[in-house]
């Protein structure tokens, strides 16, 4: 992982946190991304607007995909420390604020994520899977209020050369790589209503 930073800014010592840090992030996306499509769809891939496509998520798609997702999510924040000390040269009080919105959005995450299982728990009281729906998605939307918020600064920051990432590395910030993601894992298997999909396996 290639450093784009003068000896000025960064010292010796630091070159090792950043690189740490960095790799630490790395594994924290990719395995909490691999427990969160676990968790969302089913062994025929299905997912849907509703949530009855979590009653067929397979046991241990729940098991693994929740507790990977919970023991690996916090992580991330080595992610976010390292993004921070590479947007160096950038003024500290952006970079915090990049940081502090960033750290806001996965702590909402993280709880988020982590109830999911509780709604598939829930399918077997349809009453009380409404009322905790409710809760759950309303985390998602102020998580993804806070990652945009982050991913706006970031962008800035790197755009505008404020920072040791090249500026083309801009078009790289979470929310859009989330966006890209969650398109990516939709588009093979369209979403269906339970019926289409039955018809389809």
């Known amino acids: 992982?290639?450093?784009?930073?003068?000896?000025?800014?960064?010292?010796?010592?630091?070159?090792?946190?950043?690189?740490?840090?960095?790799?630490?992030?790395?594994?924290?996306?990719?395995?909490?991304?691999?427990?969160?499509?676990?968790?969302?769809?089913?062994?025929?891939?299905?997912?849907?607007?509703?949530?009855?496509?979590?009653?067929?998520?397979?046991?241990?798609?729940?098991?693994?995909?929740?507790?990977?997702?919970?023991?690996?999510?916090?992580?991330?924040?080595?992610?976010?420390?390292?993004?921070?000390?590479?947007?160096r040269p950038a003024a500290k009080s952006w970079r915090l604020a990049f940081l502090l919105t960033g750290v806001y959005s996965l702590s909402l995450g993280q709880v988020w994520l982590g109830s999911r299982v509780y709604l598939i728990l829930l399918l077997q009281s349809p009453e009380l899977l409404e009322r905790a729906s409710f809760y759950n998605e309303a985390l998602l939307s102020f998580m993804r209020l806070a990652m945009f918020l982050s991913s706006a600064v970031f962008a800035w920051l790197v755009a505008t050369g404020r920072s040791s990432f090249p500026p083309w590395l801009a078009t790289l910030n979470p929310i859009l790589l989330v966006e890209i993601t969650e398109e990516l894992l939709r588009h093979p298997r369209q979403r269906c209503h339970e019926s289409d999909c039955r018809d389809g396996l």
């Open 1 to 87: 992982m290639q450093l784009l930073v003068s000896p000025e800014v960064i010292d010796v010592q630091e070159r090792g946190t950043i690189k740490a840090t960095g790799w630490l992030g790395l594994a924290a996306a990719s395995l909490v991304g691999v427990a969160e499509f676990a968790l969302h769809y089913d062994a025929a891939g299905r997912y849907g607007q509703s949530y009855e496509f979590l009653r067929d998520v397979p046991q241990w798609h729940m098991n693994f995909g929740h507790f990977v997702a919970v023991l690996c999510f916090p992580i991330y924040f080595a992610g976010y420390w390292h993004l921070y000390l590479r947007l």
